[in-house]
């Protein structure tokens, strides 16, 4: 089955720097990757996405990138606020084989230093 | 526009009880996933519904089975509680037919004592 690792696992970052959270996989017929942000007893909320067709996809000031040959994909924050402090998670799963179950990364502690 | 639901919000169950969790998906959509997030980890899949079907499982053990009904909601049910099923239950759902974004309820946190 697929194996997602993530890296790191606390992160902390001067409000306005960029923040960075690498992902790695293994199944290579893994062809969707999600990005959650979960804040502390909340849900997880989709913040981008990301296909296998795709290099790279912003949305603002998050744009995750993917290297389909090297199995890994990354998250970044630019201009960091107070506001994006949370739990990220990335996620993997290959969509259009019947079914799509998640596998999730343990998750990055992104912590925004006043 | 309502979004995933749950229900119910908390729960403490004793060893060796049965618990039944419940949720609604987000309107439009028709495939629900559950997940299992334990303290300070990612959520791991349990499984997941579509047309009334369970089409995908995770790595859990039998103790762990679902429904999904007409109108697309779902129940998980879990037997024979052991104290490392205590975590938070998380209700995904998806618009189905190969579209594979999830968007998540608040959860139902489990505490088996």
């Known amino acids: 089955g697929e194996n997602v690792e993530q890296h790191p696992s606390t992160l902390s970052v001067q409000e306005g720097d960029s923040a960075v959270i690498k992902c790695t996989y293994s199944?290579?017929?893994?062809?969707?990757f999600p990005w959650y942000k979960q804040e502390l007893g909340k849900r997880p909320q989709l913040i981008i996405d990301?296909?296998?067709?795709?290099g790279e996809k912003k949305d603002q000031r998050i744009a995750v990138t993917l290297n389909k040959t090297a199995k890994h994909f990354s998250l970044h924050i630019t201009e960091t606020q107070p506001e994006d402090s949370a739990v990220y998670f990335c996620?993997?799963?290959?969509?259009?084989?019947?079914?799509?179950?998640?596998?999730f990364g343990k998750g990055t502690h992104l912590i925004i230093q006043p | 526009d309502a979004g995933v639901t749950q229900s119910p919000t908390h729960l403490i169950k004793t060893r060796g009880q049965q618990v039944t969790l419940r949720c609604s998906p987000k309107?439009?959509?028709?495939?629900v996933s559950w997940y299992q997030q334990a303290l300070g980890q990612g959520p791991q899949f349990i499984f997941q519904?579509?047309?009334?079907?369970?089409?995908q499982r995770g790595n859990f053990p039998d103790r762990f089975s679902g429904h999904q009904f007409p109108n697309y909601s779902s129940e998980l049910n879990v037997n024979a509680l052991l104290l490392g099923d205590s975590a938070l239950y998380l209700c995904?759902?998806?618009?189905?037919?190969?579209?594979?974004?999830?968007?998540f309820g608040p959860g139902t946190r489990l505490t088996v004592t």
């Open positions: 309107s439009g959509h028709d495939t």
């Open positions: 199944d290579s017929a893994s062809n969707y």
């Open positions: 990301i296909r296998s067709n795709v």
């Open positions: 995904a759902s998806s618009p189905g037919a190969g579209v594979p974004e999830q968007y």
């Open positions: 519904y579509y047309e009334e079907e369970e089409r």
């Open positions: 996620a993997a799963t290959h969509s259009g084989g019947g079914a799509d179950g998640l596998t």
